[in-house]
């Protein structure tokens, strides 16, 4: 891999793929939805952190609503400009900041002590493993008395499998992301685990890691469980319908109307 800064490598990333998953979704993205849509509520203040061309903020500000808000950060001034140009939601705010090097700039945009939920989706393991304390020290900076910090990322096994087979898909920083680094983080940070799953994505089982850590792990019997099953669409006519209607529908919406400026 050419010599690159992390910034220009993302920066390359959103035309490269990140348009692609615009275009077409991305499953591993549906499936952090599901787990982030249990911890997010109506009236939520939420920070995406890491939030790429902002797909998983477009879904979370219709669960938060009007009278929640979403801070969504990314070190790709481009990604920021796609995501200003492609999502015009009154309740998301994106802005460009380096989750390392930027926490002055985070601190200013959000307000301390007001965020309910944090999520990373596919963030986490594209941290240098020795920066993690710096982006936990914003974190707690950020979150209020009863909040989540919610991690999607790459399970050890599909990490190894990739640096052993696939090396061409990994990023310019790609690390595996073990349970004890987490518990240790956990630890330091005072946080428990709240929840912790291998999950099965495109077909292939244990292949990503969803855990959330929470705040406040006191004893408590209202427990809030969304429950919901998204009915299963055949992959067929899905696929058919995406083909001819959505995909080209997106790309002259979201790539051609947008790069033609």
């Known amino acids: 891999m050419e010599e690159r800064t992390t910034k220009e490598f993302y920066n390359d990333f959103l035309e490269s793929r990140m348009i692609e998953y615009r275009i077409k979704g991305n499953e591993r993205i549906d499936k952090a939805l599901e787990t982030i849509s249990k911890y997010t509520t109506e009236g939520c203040n939420v920070f995406d952190a890491g939030c790429g061309i902002g797909l998983a903020s477009e879904q979370v500000s219709k669960i938060i609503g009007d009278n929640g808000k ?29 989750l390392i090097n930027d926490q002055q700039e985070i601190l200013n945009t959000i307000p301390k002590n007001t965020i309910d939920v944090i999520y990373l989706v596919d963030v986490i393991e594209h941290i240098p493993i020795d920066a993690h304390e710096i982006v936990f020290n914003i974190f707690k900076k950020l979150l209020n008395g009863e909040s989540y910090i919610i991690l999607t990322y790459p399970s050890p096994q599909f990490q190894k499998y ?71 669409i055949q992959k067929r006519l899905k696929w058919e319908w995406n083909k001819k209607v959505i995909y080209p529908y997106r790309r002259a919406k979201y790539v051609n109307s947008i790069f033609q400026d």
């Open 162 to 232: 990739l640096k052993k087979n696939k090396q061409e898909e990994l990023q310019i920083i790609d690390q595996i992301i073990e349970l004890d680094h987490i518990l240790e983080i956990a630890k330091k940070y005072d946080l428990s685990i709240q929840h912790y799953s291998l999950e099965k994505v495109w077909n292939t089982h244990n292949q990503y890691v969803h855990c959330v850590l929470q705040t406040d792990s006191s004893l408590r019997t209202d427990t809030k469980d969304k429950v919901g099953i998204i009915k299963k």
């Open 70 to 98: 979403i801070w969504a950060c990314d070190l790709s001034d481009k990604n920021i400009w796609y995501a200003n140009k492609t999502i015009q939601k009154k309740n998301i705010t994106f802005f460009e900041a380096d």
